[in-house]
T-cell receptor, first 109, second 115 residues
């Protein structure tokens, strides 16, 4: 059974600082890995999708890396803003999605 | 990408009653998924809804409690039956773009409180 772990569980940073969110998974036989953002009480917004053959994906201030052999992915958010405050979820697709518990980010103005 | 509309967005229900949640997608998709997110926890897959066949339920979820309909390739419903306070959760509908990217998309969720 796939186990997905996200560290840290919570993070508070001043505006402008770079964010580093970590995700690890136990079974490297995956199709892809996806990062989501969730605002309180809301659904999930897809941020980045990394296929198993890729090493990284970038979208604006967001960059996600994938090291499938070691079972790790990292989401980098550059120059954080208060609007980045949310919970970030990592999901691994090995036929079905397995989610981590998330990292709750607070960016202080 | 797929746009998913989920209704209702939230509801407060009495214990012992049932609530049906609707999920509408703006394009035809083969598989639709229903998830539950209990307070402070991550997402757990309830079932996979395939058009033209019965839903496939994950361990710990049963059809009598969570009946699912999938009448066509753009619509599905999840019913939460005989509700108890333990059913208070966010319920989310999801689809996957089965093109080359297999990206998952989610509705905005239904926030259910059972009193």
């Amino acid at each position: 059974k796939q186990e997905v772990t996200q560290i840290p569980a919570a993070l508070s940073v001043p505006e402008g600082e770079n964010l580093v969110l970590n995700c690890s998974f136990t079974d490297s036989a995956i199709y892809n890995l996806q990062w989501f953002r969730q605002d309180p009480g809301k659904g999930l917004t897809s941020l980045l999708l990394i296929q198993s053959s890729q090493r990284e994906q970038t979208s604006g201030r967001l960059n996600a890396s994938l090291d499938k052999s070691s079972g790790r992915s990292t989401l980098y958010i550059a120059a954080s803003q208060p609007g980045d405050s949310a919970t970030y979820l990592c999901a691994v697709n090995d036929y079905k999605l397995s989610f981590g518990a998330g990292t709750t980010v607070t960016v202080r103005a | 990408s797929a746009v998913i509309s989920q209704k209702p967005s939230r509801d407060i229900c009495q214990r012992g009653t049932s609530l049906t949640i609707q999920c509408q997608v703006d394009s035809q998709v083969t598989m639709m998924f229903w998830y539950r997110q209990q307070p402070g926890q991550s997402l757990t897959l309830i079932a996979t809804a395939n058009q033209g066949s019965e839903a496939t339920y994950e361990s710990g979820f049963v059809i009598d409690k969570f009946p699912i309909s999938r009448p066509n390739l753009t619509f599905s419903t999840l019913t939460v039956s005989n509700m108890s306070p333990e059913d208070s959760s966010i319920y989310l509908c999801s689809v996957e773009d089965l093109g080359a990217r297999t990206e998952a998309f989610f509705g905005q969720g239904t926030r259910l409180t059972v009193v």
